[in-house]
């Protein structure tokens, strides 16, 4: 698998170029690379923080900022590692609050790019090594990690002893990778992905989790006590009821928190899942006021973002521009249903060409009164003429029209005397990013 990155920073894109001709070597699945760079850097993954490891198939980004968000507000100084990026690869490490620097960014993929060429190592392993040098070299109170693919052959899962590890919602993604033939693991593709996802789970540390379909909670269940880990899963040791508010309840006691400003009701379940791995850790403390003003306060860029003023909503005056980044079935449901409320709406539309488009543009399909397909530039994406055509086939949406470009589909918009309030674009975070660059909303 690879990923793409270009920065504006020359010493930045030099290294970004060397990661670019990695790859991961075909039937190469373990933790034996990431392990043997570490040993050369200095096994920087045994001096960080407090760590909150967080997987799952959707959720876990914004999991994850729900609790960096929580964690400020208590005072804490607080590291995170995210991904994938949405404009600058910078986003992906944040120091004590703070995007790491480009000239940091750059001196630290080169070190750990000289210190493992001979490895043969993985863009994910090598800038793994760079998160955990980072953090380990910057001081602060907690460390929050997402995990990239899977859970347990991730370049994260070196941890030795997080403070707490976290499951966000479980969907089917990734099948080269997750589901690919092996013995000794579960047939049933839900509890395989569940099961790598807990894989996550270490000895003695508390595993949180939502709830599950039956097979993908015996999943979890069995692994956890594989592991030896204790595990505290949705509405069995917490629960959530999101209604005005978050009704959330464990063992501690019960909490009554605000919705958070991210629309949707997932985003109150991502957040209800913070809640729960911080009150099911004592590693750190932390207030019930100091959860309620994480919640409200949390942000994460292209999740039903809505722009502000910048050069792309100038464009479209009067309408409402929001950007999402999901691109697989669960998420497309998700956001389905959190824009009914919008509909109709006008659809801008693009997804990479290893993303299914019926389980990505179907979904959103009843909602749109005419969509309009872009290519991603600079990935391999499915040829927006291709999806036009399915599309049309099957009137879902009803009107459904290629386009050169972000641009032109932007310029049909603005001439569209019938056009909807309210704009989507979404399909890819590489188009999400595409929007903010265009708009001016740079994340930091």
Known sequence: MRDFAV?????????????????????????????????????????????????????????????????????????????????????????????????????????????????????????????????????????????????????????????????????????????RPEDGVPQEPLARIAFEKASIARPGVALVTQAYPAEAAQAVAQTARAQGAELFMREQAWRAEIGETIAYADGFGPLTLPLPALPGVHQAENAALAVAMLRHQDALAVSPGAIAQGIAEARWPARLQKLGPGPLTARLPHKAVYVDGGHNPDAAQAIARAIATLAPVDLVFGLMRNRPVRDVLFPLAPHVRKAHVVPLQGHDHHDPRDVAMLAQAQAAPRECYPAFSLEQALDRLAADAEAADTLLIAGSLYLAGEALRMNGEIPE
């Open 7 to 179: 920065s504006e920073n020359a010493a930045v894109q030099a290294q970004l170029d060397r990661l670019g001709a990695l790859t991961l070597p075909q039937g190469r699945f373990g933790l034996e690379t990431i392990t043997a760079i570490l040993s050369r850097i200095g096994d920087p993954q045994l001096r960080l923080p407090p760590v909150f490891h967080v997987a799952g198939t959707n959720g876990k980004g914004s999991t994850c900022a729900y609790l960096r968000s929580i964690l400020e507000a208590q005072g804490y100084a607080v590291h995170s590692a995210t991904k994938p990026h949405l404009v600058r690869y910078n986003e992906r490490i944040r120091l004590a609050g703070k995007l790491i620097a480009d000239e940091e960014l750059a001196a630290l993929l080169g070190e750990v790019l000289d210190a493992s060429e001979d490895l043969g190592p993985s863009f994910f392993e090598v800038t793994t090594a760079a998160m955990f040098l980072a953090f380990a070299r910057h001081p602060a109170d907690a460390a929050i990690v997402e995990v990239g693919l899977g859970g347990r052959f991730d370049a994260t899962n070196v941890i030795p002893r997080p403070a707490v590890c976290g499951i966000a919602a479980l969907g089917i993604d990734h099948e080269a990778f997750l589901l």
